[in-house]
């Protein structure tokens, strides 16, 4: 074989191993974007700044029961992370038709200045663990602690009404029927559709292997379990699988047809091939 066949055969393997990843019956290639030490999760993109926002979980706290986890909440900036210091950050949502990034503390709702820093806007000494922001509604949702109650924020007013009919949510996003799906006690995923009282269950999801659910620009919700990614569809009991993966994956999020999906220690970016 010559030099210049044996060089292209490299090339040609190179490039299927980069478009190796099959989400949806399209390829993608995997890039690790960010190595660190602890637990990314939460994510969330920011088509404005091009940042992606996360939480960083200290494993070492979170597996002890006698200490309170540690939490810090970041910005993912070229590649770069930048702590948000002046805040114990629990999670971020965007607010995509007024370019606002609300982030969740153990101290209410703040909201992300020009400088990096958080800035207290509502909620003072209330507990804030998830935040949601929905696309087509000015409301944002929010899961409060202790309890995981989740609640619906009218941001003109910054007042919160309670979601009756879901009795908590460890996870949770809205589609833009504002159909909200989360997981709860029970471990299983479900849908509460607008306008019902009693929430819908998926079925063939692995009991307690739900760990995030993000909604992209076509309103596609999909969750991000211990086998791979499943698209939800509020007509439909049975999940698609849309991916398989090969790891446990902490966080989820879509930046048009490409998307970031985090476990412990990387933050991979997925781009189509």
């Not at 309170?68 to 038709?97: C, F, H, S």
């Not at 409301?139 to 009404?161: H, Q, T, W």
Request: proline share 4%; glycine share 4%; hydrophobic share 40%.
């Amino acid at each position: 074989m010559s030099n210049l066949a044996l060089l292209l055969l490299l090339v040609t393997s190179a490039v299927a191993d980069n478009c190796s990843h099959t989400f949806n019956k399209v390829n993608f290639t995997r890039t690790a974007i960010l190595t660190i030490k602890g637990l990314p999760t939460n994510l969330v993109y920011n088509p404005f700044t091009k940042d992606l926002l996360f939480t960083l979980i200290d494993l070492e706290t979170l597996q002890n029961d006698e200490v309170q986890t540690k939490m810090d909440q970041y910005i993912l900036r070229d590649n770069e992370p930048i702590k948000i210091e002046n805040i114990n950050g629990q999670a971020a949502a965007v607010d995509v038709e007024n370019n606002k990034v609300y982030l969740a503390s153990d101290d209410g709702l703040h909201v992300l200045n020009k400088t990096d820093r958080a800035s207290f806007l509502a909620f003072k000494d209330e507990d804030i663990v998830q935040l949601f922001k929905p696309r087509n509604s000015d409301d944002l949702y929010a899961v409060f602690f202790p309890d995981n109650e989740v609640y619906k924020i009218d941001m003109s007013r910054n007042e919160k009404e309670r979601v009756e009919n879901i009795p908590c949510a460890f996870i949770v996003a809205v589609d833009s029927d504002d159909n909200i799906y989360y997981e709860c006690d029970s471990k299983f995923v479900k849908v509460l559709l607008k306008g019902f009282q009693e929430s819908i269950e998926f079925i063939g999801i692995p009991k307690n292997s739900a760990r995030a659910i993000a909604v992209n620009e076509e309103s596609y919700v999909v969750l991000a379990a211990n086998d791979g990614l499943y698209w939800l569809r509020p007509d439909n009991v049975i999940p698609k699988k849309m991916m398989d993966l090969d790891y446990v994956p902490a966080g989820i999020a879509f930046n048009g047809d490409n998307f970031y999906v985090s476990t412990t220690g990387v933050i991979y970016k997925y781009e189509m091939c």
